[in-house]
């Protein structure tokens, strides 16, 4: 599993932003003491780092060139600064990349997804999402549980996707019809059951029943 340190004085986006990528399945190392820097890069050893330049104490350039000393981690710059000169020192003191708040939580993982993939040899861990000694292959849609393995068309993918993206929480089904569909309004409400039922079914199949739990009135959860 990839760690990502989060160097973020502001809570709550730092809440936000890490949730998402546990959501992901990465490591999240979050610090709330931002004197010693450098000192917990070298302690933890992530694989990339998410870097505010307003911190407290020193900001986010002091602390790229303290990082850069000692290690050629992955740095994303995160600012509400616009400014060109602003990205210019960024990438100039050792950033690899530059994120303007407020920014797309989508667009950031896909700016952290791009950066680990180019510098690290993925492991087939990071394309998995696993749970109760399930596994979902994202690299080409199946499952493996038990030494068996089924294919999951592309709605079940979906539908798993979010499932496990969630896992402890119910998931509604307007949010399951809007990732299938986007715009739901002319959607039969049963065609989400026929989806999530034959998911159901193939997950059981290979020896897992009770995996997909329905919450009457309120969606779905994998607990």
């Not at 939580?105 to 791009?114: E, G, I, M, R, S």
Request: charged share 25%; hydrophobic share 40%; proline share 2%.
């Amino acid at each position: 599993m990839f760690q990502i340190m989060l160097v973020e004085d502001d809570e709550k986006i730092r809440t936000i932003v890490a949730d998402t990528l546990r959501k992901w399945q990465y490591g999240v190392i979050e610090l709330t003491a931002f004197e010693q820097v450098k000192d917990d890069v070298v302690k933890y050893q992530p694989h990339l780092i998410l870097l505010d330049i307003n911190l407290p104490v020193y900001d986010g350039f002091f602390w790229c060139q303290q990082i850069r000393s000692v290690s050629k981690v992955p740095i994303i710059f995160l600012s509400s600064r616009n400014q060109n000169m602003d990205i210019i020192m960024a990438i100039n003191m050792g950033g690899d990349d530059f994120v303007q708040k407020p920014f797309d939580l989508d667009v950031l993982v896909a700016k952290v997804n791009a950066l680990l993939r180019r510098n690290y040899t993925y492991q087939d861990e990071t394309l998995q999402l696993k749970h109760r000694e399930l596994t979902f292959n994202l690299s080409n849609s199946s499952v493996q549980y038990g030494g068996r393995t089924t294919e999951l068309s592309r709605n079940e993918f979906i539908v798993l996707q979010v499932m496990m993206r969630n896992i402890g929480k119910i998931v509604s089904r307007d949010d399951l019809m809007q990732a299938l569909w986007h715009d739901e309004q002319f959607i039969d409400d049963n065609t989400l059951t026929v989806n999530v039922n034959r998911l159901r079914r193939k997950v059981a199949d290979i020896g897992l029943d009770d995996f997909i739990v329905t919450r009457k009135g309120m969606g779905y959860i994998i607990e």
